[in-house]
């Protein structure tokens, strides 16, 4: 019988090795299915505002003999101001990032140090890159959050519902039709809201060239093109009064998100990784789950029952249900890692 036991094993092996071919072949088959998927949301992304630049002067014709006397409306020349501010953007990034990795690396847990410990040590050196990522977007997202405040807080709609406001997202269609089109800006409005374009040009250069592959490639670039396409969409059709409420709390949110980065791969007691998380966890649910949620339902409610005439209304409202969802999924990745404790582990997230 004992002659048996290793047939058994290699039996049992095969089958093992069979299993997980069979599993791999599933994943990868997931995988395929989905990146067809979001690049279909791409193509329909970069088509609906590639038809908002085409019919751009159309569209103003309906409105522009209803504007206030002396109300500047968006012009395609504006978007200049995104390559201008886009090669600043650029400089601090590399600046930045590259200054900070060596400074920063020491700092990462010490199993990431030891060239003894081959595949760890590979993890480090993509881990002081992450990291000094990271640091970048975190101080980037704390100076629009700051600068974005001081431009949008006379704005009687910015949403109390994140507290720093005392406004009601409401007020963005209580003036009625075409009213609501013709809100007051702040002399740099333009600026803060065209630098989220740049800002996302800028990631998505480093998504295409320098990140290291990763297997939510599609997803990211899906993300990176939808808000690209959102802002220049809202901004053209001068929606960008729907449009700040949720680049604000994209901005606000994400201060959250990449402080609990920075921490995640660091030398700190364990228990500490675990508070970032929850409060990421927290923010993202209440306000990329719920004032979001709400700004989505008011823009749709708005369209169908006050404007349906304005076929740009349902276009973003159709954009925004996408960024949504994509939220509620990384809610629920977020969500996932923190039960299984793998931000206390130090693993990727």
């Known amino acids: 019988m004992s002659l048996n036991k290793p047939e058994f094993k290699v039996e049992s092996d ?64 504006d978007l200049w101001m995104v390559l201008y501010i886009l090669p600043f953007i650029i400089a601090a990034k590399v600046i930045f990032e590259y200054s900070l990795q060596d400074l920063f690396y020491p700092l990462l847990e010490k199993k990431y140090l ?22 970048f977007k975190l101080a980037y997202f704390i100076f629009t959050s700051i600068a974005g405040y001081y431009i949008l807080k006379d704005l009687k709609f910015m949403p109390k519902e994140i507290f720093i406001f005392d406004g009601d997202m409401n007020d963005i269609y209580s003036p009625g039709v075409p009213d609501y089109l013709f809100f007051p800006k702040h002399e740099y409005f333009d600026m803060y809201y065209l630098m989220g374009i740049s800002y996302v040009l800028t990631d998505l250069i480093w998504l295409l060239f320098v990140y290291e592959a990763q297997t939510d490639f599609a997803l990211m670039l ?15 059709t001068n929606l960008s009064s729907v449009g700040v409420v949720i680049l604000y709390l994209h901005d606000f949110s994400d201060v959250f998100c990449y402080f609990c980065r920075t921490t995640l791969n660091l030398e700190i007691p364990k228990f500490l990784r675990v508070i970032p998380a929850i409060m990421l966890f927290l923010n993202w649910a209440y306000v990329r789950i719920y004032v979001f949620g709400k700004c989505i339902y008011l823009l749709g409610n708005f369209s169908t029952t006050k404007h349906p005439s ?29 039960v299984s404790f793998k931000f206390v582990d130090g693993s990727r997230f």
């Open 14 to 77: 095969k089958n093992v090795v069979e299993d997980e071919k069979h599993s791999s072949k599933k994943d990868d088959d997931t995988v395929n299915s989905l990146s067809i998927f979001f690049y279909t949301l791409i193509f329909l992304a970069l088509s609906g505002t590639v038809l908002m630049i085409v019919s751009f002067d159309s569209y103003w014709s309906s409105f522009v003999d209803k504007k206030p006397e002396g109300y500047k409306i968006p012009s395609l020349t």
């Open 114 to 135: 030891n060239p003894n410990d081959e595949e760890n040590f590979k993890l480090g050196l993509v881990y002081k890159k992450k990291t000094a990522t990271g640091l």
């Open 222 to 236: 899906l993300h990176h093109v939808l808000t690209i396409s959102l802002i220049l969409f809202s901004y053209l």
């Open 310 to 338: 304005n076929i740009h209304l349902i276009v973003l409202w159709y954009f925004l249900v996408i960024l949504f969802f994509m939220h509620a999924f990384w809610l629920a990745q977020i969500g996932r890692r923190l």
